[in-house]
């Protein structure tokens, strides 16, 4: 799905201690992905210093490192962590190219849950390969009492590739029918919202717009291993600034991030990431409480299901609008491959095209 791990970034010029140190004490929530975290030999000092700047700190990893990751829960057992799995075992070491990695995935997930985490979790990602795996994946973690977070394959810039296409919409739209209808059973209200947000990746993989509007660059940014700022991982033309050399409050407040504002505003390509969707199932005026809509539809259909009743899909989702399938080209599996990446050094005058925006 990306191939970051084909164009690794060297340590030397990864984001440093004393770039993270700027940045702000008040987050609501900060989440430290990849590439993969547990590679930076400095994780547990990265969790030190940003665990008090948030009231949430995720570590988005591929679970295969548990000795990087259980001293951290040890010392901060409210760090959320959530493991990437793609599948049962042989769908998610074929899609990942992980050579046993389910099985690896599990024991972590196992050693995370003896080390006394509270909010632990697995990850996957939609797709033709594994979308009849989601529900069996969802009643796994049910089992093993941990979370279920969900998104549905897409491109980016940060990935290193463009090909990321979901073949057959309408049977992976109605797979994630029977996913919703799953977590409205349960009775866990964290599912029931799960549910809606599953909604809106239902309308991304159908191709539809957005169910609310995208606040990327206001309510989240992307701070890249270099400390760019964009204000997001999609678009590249969307950088904010850069947090080695200015400071906080002169990319979020300066106006270049107005620009970026706009630009967000008049973005097309309808993403539906957990980060910018929860923010956007967000009351406006009340950021802690959903927005009306989305409490209605989670109240309604909670009753339907709890009552015995069908969630009537086709009320929320036009299935005669569907953007052209894509063409199904066979996916390379990576299982075998075993040569060692080159770790790339810094590009030469990558920060050239930052001085015409800074001090503006
Ligand atoms: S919809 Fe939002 S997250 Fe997606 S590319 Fe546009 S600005 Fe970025």
């Not at 929530?29 to 030190?48: A, F, H, K, S, V």
């Not at 606040?215 to 204000?231: E, I, S």
């Not at 569907?322 to 590009?347: C, F, G």
């Amino acid at each position: 799905m990306c191939y970051i791990w084909k164009n690794p970034t060297h340590p030397n010029f990864e984001i440093d201690m004393a770039t993270l140190e700027k940045l702000p004490s008040n987050f609501d929530y900060l989440n430290i992905t990849g590439g993969e975290p547990t590679l930076r030999q400095d994780l547990m000092q990265i969790c030190d210093l940003l665990n008090p700047k948030t009231k949430t700190l995720e570590i988005s990893t591929n679970g295969l490192h548990p000795e990087k990751l259980v001293p951290i829960i040890k010392k901060y057992p409210n760090i959320k962590v959530r493991i990437s799995v793609e599948g049962f075992e042989a769908t998610n070491d074929t899609i990942r190219g992980e050579k046993n990695g389910f099985k690896k995935k599990l024991e972590t997930m196992q050693l995370l849950i003896e080390a006394g985490g509270t909010d632990l979790g697995f990850a996957t990602t939609f797709q033709d390969e594994n979308i009849h795996e989601v529900v069996g994946m969802f009643h796994m973690a049910k089992k093993m009492n941990v979370e279920l977070a969900t998104s549905a394959l897409h491109n980016a810039f940060q990935f290193h590739k463009n090909d990321n296409h979901i073949y057959e919409r309408r049977t992976v739209a109605k797979k994630i029918e029977e996913l919703i209808v799953e977590m409205l059973r349960t009775w866990s209200i964290k599912n029931w919202f799960r549910g809606y947000l599953n909604l809106g990746l239902i309308e991304k993989v159908l191709g539809h717009d957005r169910l609310h509007a995208c606040t990327q660059g206001t309510d989240n940014v992307f701070l890249d291993p270099w400390g760019d700022v964009y204000a997001c991982n999609v678009r590249n033309d969307l950088w904010m600034g850069n947090l080695r050399k200015q400071t906080w409050d002169e990319i979020y407040q300066g106006p270049l991030a107005k620009e970026i504002r706009a630009k967000v505003a008049g973005c097309t390509q309808n993403c539906w990431m957990v980060s910018s969707a929860k923010t956007a199932m967000r009351s406006k005026y009340h950021t802690r409480l959903p927005r009306t809509s989305v409490l209605r539809w989670v109240v309604v259909n909670k009753l339907r299901v709890m009552f015995g009743m069908a969630v009537p899909f086709e009320q929320y989702v036009d299935y005669n609008k569907v953007t052209k399938d894509a063409a199904v080209v066979k996916r390379t599996s990576y299982l075998n491959v075993t040569e060692k990446k080159v770790i790339q050094p810094e590009v030469s005058g990558r920060y050239s095209h930052l001085d015409s925006y800074i001090n503006r």
